[in-house]
Antibody, heavy 120, light 110 residues
Framework: EVQLVESGGDLVQPGGSLRLSCAAS????????MNWVRQAPGKGLEWVSY????????YYPDSVRGRFTISRDNAKNSLYLQMNSLRAEDTAVYFC?????????????WGQGTQVTVSS | QSVLTQPPSVSAAPGQKVTISCSGS????????VSWYQQLPGTAPKLLIY???KRPSGIPDRFSGSKSGTSATLGITGLQTGDEADYYC???????????FGGGTKLTVL
């Protein structure tokens, strides 16, 4: 059974940093492209970052580029998101999500999410 | 304001059919595949439809997807109270070089 378990969410002050982790199991992690997607309170979904299976390709939307860094450790079956210079608008539940294998951009498995709150 | 436009809410009676629309442009829906997600209250999104009209294993055929031009539609037949959820469309936007989602549609089964 595919499982994605996020951790690391916390209350952090504006301008602070946080590192999220996602532990994967039930599939060959190194074969799959991975992503982070977030959801602000009462709002819709927002894609936050993408990393290829070997970490050779990485993408971000403009809203987080330069502040967030996605990485992975295939030996540990883990995905990470380093978030710096955090802002109030980064407050959200952060999901790690596996990219599907058909070649198009869809997410076939999601974790349960971890809450990040940016507030003084 | 989302790049993809969905109606904020739809409703129908149990057993009936409902459709949810997702409107975009040539740079997203018009040139890329569409996926649909169901998010039950307090839970993570779940993939319902990918590549416009394909269902993952375990998704009942009550759920269907279609695409025409720059719009996509999710159809749900035989509505059940357990289908009450938020539904999101998603796709790649070639101009933004980003995955984008619609704003979500809340389905109420009356």
């Amino acid at each position: 059974e595919v499982q994605l378990v996020e951790s690391g969410g916390d209350l952090v002050q504006p301008g602070g940093s946080l590192r999220l982790s996602c532990a994967a199991s039930g599939f060959t992690f190194s074969d799959y492209e991975m992503n982070w997607v977030r959801q602000a309170p009462g709002k819709g979904l927002e894609w936050v970052s993408y990393i290829s299976s070997s970490a050779t390709s990485i993408y971000y939307p403009d809203s987080v580029r330069g502040r967030f860094t996605i990485s992975r450790d295939n030996a540990k079956n883990s995905l990470y998101l380093q978030m710096n210079s955090l802002r109030a608008e980064d407050t959200a539940v952060y999901f790690c999500a596996r990219l599907g294998v058909s070649g198009s951009y869809y997410f076939d498995y999601w974790g349960q999410g971890t809450q990040v709150t940016v507030s003084s | 304001q989302s790049v993809l436009t969905q109606p904020p809410s739809v409703s129908a009676a149990p057993g009936q059919k409902v459709t949810i629309s997702c409107s975009g442009s040539r740079s997203n829906i018009g040139s890329n595949y569409v996926s649909w997600y169901q998010q039950l209250p307090g839970t993570a999104p779940k993939l319902l439809i990918y590549d416009n009209n394909k269902r993952p294993s375990g998704i009942p055929d009550r759920f269907s997807g279609s695409k025409s031009g720059t719009s996509a539609t999710l159809g749900i037949t035989g509505l059940q109270t357990g289908d009450e959820a938020d539904y999101y469309c998603g796709t790649w936007d070639s101009s933004l070089s980003a995955v984008i989602f619609g704003g979500g549609t809340k389905l109420t089964v009356l």
